[in-house]
């Protein structure tokens, strides 16, 4: 397994934006897909995006398709969610994770086949 830190999380203006990292240790971060899901006050974890092993393939939920943008660089052992015109409904705690198996496939939503969280970033939006 690796260890995943995020960071990148704040307060921010409805219509801005914000950009999250996650940290993963260890030399196999490339072997990992990986996903970003969140968790709004009283509400139950989401998947927000995914992206393939190699990077070349993404996937969004559709309340966030056009305005997140998962990537990643695997020199650095990171993954980054890129996000614009942000809303107060993105308000949640962000999540990384990391998926073992499957990595060339994305649209992986079930939190179950991840093998490994972050301890998730808090990203606030108001209006």
């Known amino acids: 397994q690796v260890q995943l830190v995020e960071s990148g999380g704040g307060l921010v203006q409805a219509g801005g934006s914000l950009r999250l990292s996650c940290a993963a240790s260890g030399r196999t971060f490339s072997r990992y897909a990986m996903g970003w899901f969140r968790q709004a006050p009283g509400k139950e974890r989401e998947f927000v995006a995914d992206i393939t092993t190699s990077g070349g393939r993404t996937y969004y939920t559709d309340s966030v398709a056009g305005r997140f943008t998962i990537s990643r660089d695997n020199a650095r052992n990171t993954v980054f969610l890129q996000m614009n015109r942000l809303q107060p409904e993105d308000t949640a705690v962000y999540y990384c994770?990391?998926?073992?198996?499957?990595?060339?496939?994305?649209?992986?939503?079930?939190?179950?086949?991840?093998?490994?969280w972050g301890q998730g970033t808090q990203v606030t939006v108001y209006s």
């Open positions: 994770a990391a998926r073992s198996g499957l990595g060339s496939l994305v649209g992986r939503a079930y939190d179950g086949e991840y093998d490994s």
